[in-house]
């Protein structure tokens, strides 16, 4: 299952206003081939190989999760036949912002419509030229970093259109508020994994009981002490033998009880997932895909560690990835989020200086998730022989199979 090592795919997730992720857009980098002699990405080969290679690797439903999944799509791609190959249940065409409404894209448009793909205008600003391009959509992508006026004229600009409008680059919970009330349908941005307030208020009695257990299970030196604190939080037990059992484990046999647990995954893995279980308490009112993420950035650098010749860091690495979004998780600063938890010095680093050599895990970790290719590509040429690519898409699929 190795990805080639010059694709680079990552994936957004796209919120509906319950918070819930109805979709994802698919992020990826050409191999070197797919760049012309000036230096610019062909888009048409570059989207067509990155599409080879998930279908033909992968598969695009698990890619997808099961959701729609959006593709930015160039004139030659949009114009040419390679869309035959995918399914339209699962692909929204993202019509990119530099395509001209010609007859030739129109035409291609209604043939890819018929066929039952969603058509969205990606990076879209109104102009009056473009309203043939608008009645074939069915969604309307606005980034709010490029308009040239504010979210609500261009909101008041799409008054007539019939379809659902999702605004991206969507990074503070002020601006998801604004964009709920215009009415927006869906949202895409990194506002989810932001905190609400930093450090300005302390966390509630349910929060602050649960984060005890955290520090409880981070504690425990012996087997024995670790079930006790589990035991004590029946919710928290249920869980965690819940997700032990997921396919994600790849267990044989079924896990049930705790103590049966700790024979069969050892203490500092189940203090781990017991953490991992207590903070998604913590986080219930908080977007599922935080905790998601939070476990694909655990996998992944866990799979780092033993790409890098250290099985024995395994676990501090999956820390801390997973509490890398502890602020988010818990509306508190990092160095107030952890101030009362038992982690290793390195760990603890790492989650509070970026410059570190485990915070420079967690950059690589924002890279990934945010299409950053120019810092991807500099770590891949440090790394070796390590596949970093093919690794971060292990650990997407990892956490969807855990059914968060």
Not at 15 to 20: D, H, L, S
Request: net charge negative; with cysteine.
């Amino acid at each position: 299952m190795a990805l080639s090592r010059n694709v680079f795919i990552g994936r957004q997730p796209i919120f509906n206003r319950n918070n819930e992720v109805e979709a994802y857009e698919l992020l990826y980098r050409p191999a070197q081939q797919a760049i012309d002699s000036s230096g610019m990405i062909d888009g048409n080969e570059a989207t067509a190989k990155v599409l080879v290679n998930t279908l033909m690797e992968f598969g695009l439903a698990r890619v997808a999760g099961n959701k729609k999944l959006f593709v930015n799509c160039t004139y030659e791609f949009i114009t040419g036949d390679f869309l035959e190959l995918l399914p339209p249940e699962t692909i929204v065409l993202e019509v990119l912002e530099d395509i001209q409404p010609d007859e030739k894209v129109l035409e291609s448009l209604r043939r890819w419509k018929a066929m039952g793909f969603t058509i969205a205008l990606d990076d879209f600003i109104y102009a009056p030229h473009l309203q043939p391009l608008m009645d074939l959509a069915d969604l309307i992508k606005v980034d709010i970093t490029v308009l040239p006026h504010s979210m609500a004229e261009e909101r008041e600009r799409l008054r007539a259109f019939k379809g659902r409008l999702l605004v991206e680059k969507v990074e503070t919970l002020a601006e998801h508020t604004e964009a709920v009330a215009l009415g927006f349908d869906l949202f895409q941005g990194y506002f989810y994994n932001k905190p609400e307030t930093l450090g300005q208020k302390g966390m509630d009695a349910n929060k602050a009981q649960t984060m005890l257990v955290v520090r409880e299970a981070m504690q425990a030196e012996s087997a024995a002490e670790l079930e006790v604190t589990i035991s004590r939080d029946v919710s928290i037990a249920y869980k965690l033998l819940k997700y032990i059992n997921s396919p994600g484990f790849g267990l044989r046999s079924e896990v049930k009880s705790i103590k049966h647990a700790l024979t069969m995954l050892g203490l500092r893995n189940v203090r781990s997932w017991t953490s991992i279980v207590a903070m998604s308490s913590v986080a219930s009112d908080k977007p599922d895909e935080l905790i998601k993420q939070s476990l694909v950035r655990g996998r992944f650098l866990e799979l780092l560690a033993e790409a890098e010749g250290h099985p024995e860091l395994k676990n501090d690495y999956f820390v801390l990835g997973m509490f890398s979004l502890l602020e988010a998780m818990l509306d508190m600063s990092m160095a107030d989020a952890i101030a009362d938890l038992s982690l290793p010095a390195l760990v603890r680093q790492g989650l509070l200086d970026r410059h570190s050599p485990l915070g420079e895990r967690i950059q690589l970790l924002d890279a990934m998730e945010q299409g950053v290719w120019e810092r991807i590509e500099e770590m891949v040429e440090r790394s070796g022989s390590m596949n970093l690519p093919s690794m971060y898409t292990q650990a997407i699929f990892w956490a969807d199979e855990l059914n968060i």
